[in-house]
């Protein structure tokens, strides 16, 4: 499409991003007139505010913690390149490629996915989930009227659950061995499928 | 009648004339009755659960029809076709339109169009052709019954009603999209059928039918449907419009949405185009831009009124079915009546089969069976059915026999389906979670992840439709919102968001939760076993079993929104998208003028931009208060005591507690609450700020205590361990501010402060 073509001439380093994220031109240019849209203020940055636009997000019990997830290591902007690569995480996989172990890690491998979600919970970034940064996250997730002690209860016996070194915090190795097999695979399908 | 006292021309001191008063009087105590018996429904739970309120509706409608016959009395013949289209279908319809989730409707218009105009007309068509063909058989006794009569008593019951089933619907959490197709399907075919009805009663009256009437009908069809959309779009754009001024005369602003929409409702009446179309439009568009300009109060006040209206509609529908049913003289024909029942559910199903089948490659999320099977079986019959062929013209000669066989269909199809759906969507639905004692850390994860993903989908917004909303965004954005709306600004949706969901009524959610459960004794225990000495739990079977109860009750669902929009008979609840935005919110500004109460305003003297401060802003002025300098004393009114006392002083403040908060100097309250957690009652005047001189606070200690300390615990429990946590804080709003300037309550740009990690 010619227009596809023109838009992607505008990206910078489109190439080098296409091939580290995976993502075919038209999803790029599909994300390029999304970020566009978002970026109200034509200033080639998204701010958090920006992202305060999308209603739905805006309903999410964690979506102020997604948002924060594309802005990490303090700062408070994110450019085109940062934010086509964090998507790119939950780009859907092409399953059939032999993968080359030479290669590093598909950008939207189980992995990838995993570690977006363990920095959803860890926002101190200290490798660990803590128990309190569960409980945080717990209550967020759950209606009002579950009680204190309720949310304590459940928070413990996760980490009992996955807690293999007794130090009663999640390390990024022990939610790895979560079994989220069936999780990851239909959501994977539905991104795909928009 | 008056008392016999013919003779004298005396001044009767006592008389009674029941005949003036009696067809109103009627109808109130019918209402009234019905108004009971619904209050009777929900006083036992269990009841509504399992049985669809149209069933009780009848129900009741039947033993009053009893006691009727017993006494020998009719029911008032107040059910005339004026009456229904004129005064009694607007509101229900209204209703429909008002209340319909527009994001969803318009991402599956084409399905649910698809459903519901050919779906209608496919069931019509079919079951009026099939039922044509049984009247041949002599034996039945029906053959005077010629195609068009056929066609017009098909039509008639195609009109589905799925009211019962979106409540079931919504409980199961069935997807999306097979809840705005089932609810806009009830919508729209009734439109389809009201056409139809109008169409065949006109063509029943021809004693022939000639090909080019059929193509003047389908002509007729678009013209009808299209015209009905274009006249409601002119009334809601004339009402949004009006909407723009009427800053003055806030008391009758819901005055306005009624009457612009019942004009466009008689107007299209007038011209024989579509009414139904027509109010739905006006509905639709007004909605979206009226809420803008309006009040929050006449908001809610237009709301309770459409809802209010509809359920005396509806009642008044139901309870004459109820009655007619056992008072009429039927005409009962087991032939045509068990053909009937037949053909309808066969046209339905194979309809919903073929249509699936074409419109599956169309769509991003195609039906599968299971959806299928709840589609067809959501085609319940209602209160249109009834009124329409109970409405019928006399000259019909077999009358009687359509209003038995639809009064049939109707409760076959409100009692038989309705109570059996809850349950076949259970089993059909069943989750296969592994009861695995061990998967509690499964289900959180997961549930995390679930969202997290549809987090990121909706950061990519819809791929494929989002073209043509966008660009309809931009006109709108850049042109008729211009128009149509005051005071425009462009404002962020999360204010939008929270200006529809009237944040004031974020109070009542805390009532629930600090009045009904365990909180006070849970958090005195809480504040007991706090440390990191604690001895590890173990967990048995029985507490994992609750737990993953608590869990599958209790977390969230994936975007909650659509399905808050559920049922005719209640107001679409929107509690928990409230509880979540509550929650979620970092900063949100909030105008000086309307606060009231306790406004806290943190100021850090060292790095202001850090803090989450409730700056209050003025209509435009937001920047924030750099150092020092706290803003002009907040013209604090207290919000009626009357309302909730307790509620109205409530401050509730969301912090950011950072290291840096805490530690810098000049900041009042998160001292205050880091120090004295366990402060009773007169944290009100203490956390005043110096310049809020003229606030009074008429606390009462338990309320506030209880809910500030729930509040506290829960957020600042965290608060130690971590350097970061967001608590939510914020200042209560006057209940029944009005003040003219800014009508809606306080939100203004929320500003996002990143949170940001700084080191301990």
Known sequence: ?194 | FAFPNAEKSDLPVFAMNYSRIQVPFEITLWVLLASFAKIGFHIYHKVTFWVPESCLLISIGLMVGAIMHAVHEEPPSVLSYNIFFLYILPPMVLDSGYFMPTRPFFENIGTVLWFAVVGTLWNSIGVGMSLYGVCQIGALEVQDINLQENLLFASIISAVDPVAVLNVFEDVSVNEQLYIVVFGESLFSDAVTVVLYNMFTFVAEMPVVETVDVFLGVAKFFVVGLGGLAFGLVFGFVASFTTRFTSNVREIEPLFIFMYSYLAYLVAELFNISSIMAIVTCALTMKYYVEENVTQRSCTTIRHVVKMLSSISETLIFFFLGVVTITTEHEWNWGYILFTLLFAFLWRGLGILVLTQIINPFRTIPFNFKDQFMLGYSGLRGAVTFALVFTLPDHIVRKKLFVTATICIILFTVFIQGISIRPLVEFINVRRTNRNLDTINVEVHSRLMEHAIAGIEDICGQWGHYYWKDKFMKFNNQILRKILIKDNQAESSIVALYKKLELQNAMEILDTVSEGTSTAPSVISLRKEKGPGKPKRKFVAADLRKMHDILSKNMYKIRQQTTEYTTKHSLPNDSHTKEILIRRHGTIRRSLRELCVCVCVYHSESKTKLTTSLFLSDNGEDETLSGGGYPSAPRSRIGQPSRSSSRVSLPLRRLDTLTEVSSSAGVDLVDERSGGRGRAGGRGKSRLNSSSSDSRVPAPPCHFDSSEVFHGNRDSMPEQEEPLSLSVTWAEEPSDHDDSSTQNPLLRRPRWNPVKPKNP
Do not use: C, W
């Open chain 1, 1 to 194: 499409m010619g227009s596809t073509n023109s838009t992607l001439s505008k990206i910078p380093n489109v190439e080098e991003l296409m091939r580290e994220t995976g993502f075919s031109p038209a999803h790029i240019v599909r994300l390029y007139d999304r970020f566009e849209s978002l970026d109200k203020e034509k200033t080639g940055h998204l701010r958090p505010e920006d992202f305060g636009a999308i209603n739905r997000l805006a309903m999410n019990p964690i979506g102020d913690r997604i948002i924060g997830a594309f802005f990490s290591s303090g700062q408070d902007t994110v450019d085109f390149h940062s934010f086509v690569r964090i998507l790119a995480h939950f780009r859907p996989a092409e399953n059939n490629r032999p993968r080359d172990p030479s290669l590093p890690e598909p950008v939207n491998s189980r992995i990838s996915k995993l570690k977006f979600a363990f920095q959803l919970y860890d926002l101190d970034k200290d490798g660990k989930i803590s128990r309190a940064e569960l409980l945080q996250v717990l209550r967020s997730m759950m209606e009002m009227q579950v009680t204190e002690e309720q949310l304590e209860s459940i928070a413990d016996r996760t980490i009992q659950e996955a807690d293999l070194d007794r130090d009663d915090a999640i390390s990024f190795e022990e939610f790895r061995k979560v079994p989220l097999g069936d999780t990851l695979t239909l959501t994977q399908q539905r991104v795909a499928s928009k």
